[in-house]
């Protein structure tokens, strides 16, 4: 299969910024574009061919260069549905009920054909591992739309779900190399240099004002969906020393902004897929926080909980240990992002400690708006 080297993975990011260039008059020709306005604060209509590029980049040296086992045969098809509704959906906007059952399809395809699914998540009461059985196939559905819409709810901020995507990405390959699996090793390492290549367009940095490519639907669902499909690998495979219960840890600030977000807006009565601005980065903003210093914020988050998770493993906490941290993690942020107000000055206060005392500038205030949540 996969044989990356240092080389292969500078062509990974070499050929994702290629394309980048290349699909650009593409994109303004067809109207491949973010226009600014409503909750969406870009100065100019941005290109949205970002998970195009990264897609192009990982999926044709994949057909090039490796056998297709059916692993990467049900990958394969389920990327193929998300890339396709996710470039329609930022042409016309569709539904988003129609995002969902497409992203259902993604999970099926990966479980019927690949034949990866979760058909056990350990021992998280405290007895043997929890075999499935017939809720096999549905809950990697679930797995699959829940990990997908979570990237997906976080692409609200240049650099943001790309920078989430990485940590997963890097923290999937310590796991897949502390479990011996090479080729999955090679594969997320060139999926991870191409993630690289696209955030040296989306990332702010000094020389660098505003992101100048979005990743668009396409390419936050594609990331998502590799993310959910090597995680399964990982640990559903009885011979790798890898437990389900660390998956949740390895993409932890995105997965409990969503889970927080879905219950707070059922509770209120609303769809959870109405758009509003009470994701954590919108509230670390108008706390002072700059878009630079929430993506390096949480990019610290999410490397620190998924690193934490796995040298407690290693320590032999219980397994049970690991749900109950997690479903207190997501009551704590549930209890205080409930009250918008109280967690912008969480976050303030946290701002002014991380710089020296030096006071907020806080962002305009939230403008919830009635309109389908699609990350931006």
């Not at 990974?12 to 020709?29: C, E, G, K, N, T």
């Not at 054909?113 to 998540?121: N, T």
């Not at 240099?193 to 979005?214: D, Q």
């Not at 020296?356 to 990350?375: C, F, I, L, S």
Request: hydrophobic share 55%; aromatic share 6%.
């Amino acid at each position: 299969m996969w044989k990356t080297t240092g080389l292969e993975l500078l062509a990974a990011f070499s050929a994702v910024v290629a394309l980048i260039y290349l699909l650009d008059p593409l994109a303004r020709r067809v109207g491949l574009l973010d226009h600014p306005g409503g909750r969406k604060d870009h100065a100019a209509p941005t290109p949205v061919t970002g998970g195009i590029a990264i897609a192009l980049g990982t999926i044709i040296p994949a057909l090039l260069l490796t056998h297709m086992t059916p692993q990467l045969q049900g990958l394969g098809v389920a990327a193929l549905i998300l890339l396709v509704t996710g470039v329609i959906d930022d042409l016309v906007d569709l539904r988003w009920q129609i995002r969902i059952l497409a992203q259902a399809a993604a999970g099926l395809a990966i479980a019927l054909i690949g034949h990866v699914q979760v058909e056990q998540i350990g021992p998280i009461f405290g007895l043997g591992p929890l075999a499935l059985g017939s809720l096999s196939i549905p809950f990697t559905v679930l797995a699959t739309v829940g990990l997908i819409n979570a990237l997906n709810m976080c692409d609200g901020l240049d650099g943001l779900a790309g920078s989430m995507a990485l940590c997963a990405l890097l923290m999937l390959i310590a796991a897949s190399v502390y479990a011996g699996n090479r080729d999955l090793t090679y594969g997320l390492t060139l999926i991870a240099g191409a993630v690289a290549g696209f955030l040296a367009f989306n990332l702010r940095t000094p020389w660098r004002k505003r992101a100048s490519v979005f990743l668009g639907n396409s390419g936050s669902a594609y990331l998502g969906l590799v993310i959910a499909w090597a995680a399964f690998r990982l640990t559903q495979n009885p011979v790798y020393p890898v437990t389900p219960v660390l998956a949740p840890f390895l993409i932890a600030p995105p997965l409990i902004d969503c889970l927080t977000l879905i219950g707070r807006r059922i509770v209120h009565g609303r769809s959870p897929f109405a758009a509003d601005r009470t994701h954590v980065h919108h509230m670390m903003l108008e706390g002072g926080f700059t878009p630079t210093g929430v993506v390096l914020t949480l990019s610290a988050i999410s490397l620190t909980a998924g690193l934490a998770a796995a040298l407690a493993l290693l320590a032999d906490v219980p397994i049970p240990v690991f749900l109950v941290a997690f479903l207190a993690l997501g009551a704590g942020w549930f209890a205080l992002s409930e009250r918008h107000a109280r967690a912008v000055a969480v976050f303030a206060a946290i701002h002014r400690l991380v710089t020296g005392g030096r006071p907020a500038k806080p962002a305009p205030a939230a403008d919830p708006v009635e309109t389908p949540d699609t990350g931006a």
